[in-house]
């Protein structure tokens, strides 16, 4: 199949499944719309997957058609249900919640992999300013380097994400350890985000996710993070 092909598949299914989630009774038409209507479709990827250095193009390709795909039908096909739900005055309150839940995982794993896709096809080079921004939080440049890989290598074998973000509240630009989708800092806007997942490495490094992490940082695209600064 072509990138192309699967394009035009994913977009007429998530096509279909916005039409199946609107086909509903005039009764639950007020919760089609807005936060309960909205069906996700893939973002493209923003580099060419033949182009980065350390991560093949095989499992760039894999990542974004079984992981990330995967996540945005799930989410779709969550959302769908829970339409359906609301709109059943039968549905007891642990089944809606359990949906809500699955939601919350669903909707974590898409944004991060679409931040992780954006930030990736770079040269790996952050410029004298992006690198003074960051050593002003950390004492160094070298330091933040230093825990957020620390953290990386934490996670390998487990699952997870590594998130370098900024907390208006707190005033903060700080590294985070998330173990899953969903255990996200409160209020914290993600800079920089690297996926431990082993679905990110395995197929190029098995086990060695020490030299996956070293090849995120060669592709990191440093104007992405300046912009999210």
Known sequence: ??????????????ATSLMAAGA????????TTGAFGYQHTPVPLPFNAKALSGISE????????????GAVQALNTTRSRLTQALGDANTPAYVYTSLKREQLLRTGSVVLHESYFANLG??????????????????????????FRKI??????????VVLGYNPKLKLLENYWMGDHATGPVGT?????????????????GAAAAKYIDAFFTNINWDVVATRL
């Not at 990386?152 to 994400?161: H, P, V």
């Open 189 to 205: 806007t993600p800079v920089l985000v690297m996926d431990m997942y082993e679905h990110a490495f395995q197929m190029d490094y």
């Open 122 to 147: 770079g040269n790996g080079k952050a410029d004298a300013s992006l690198r003074s921004t960051i050593a002003a939080s950390f004492g160094t440049f070298d330091a933040w380097e230093s825990e």
């Open 1 to 14: 199949m072509t990138d192309l092909s699967r394009r035009e598949f994913l977009q007429a299914t998530a």
């Open 152 to 161: 990386g290598q934490g996670l390998a074998g487990g699952s997870g994400w």
């Open 58 to 69: 095989k499992l760039i390709q894999s990542h974004w058609e079984n992981n990330y795909s």
């Open 24 to 31: 509903t009774t005039a009764e639950e038409k007020t919760v």
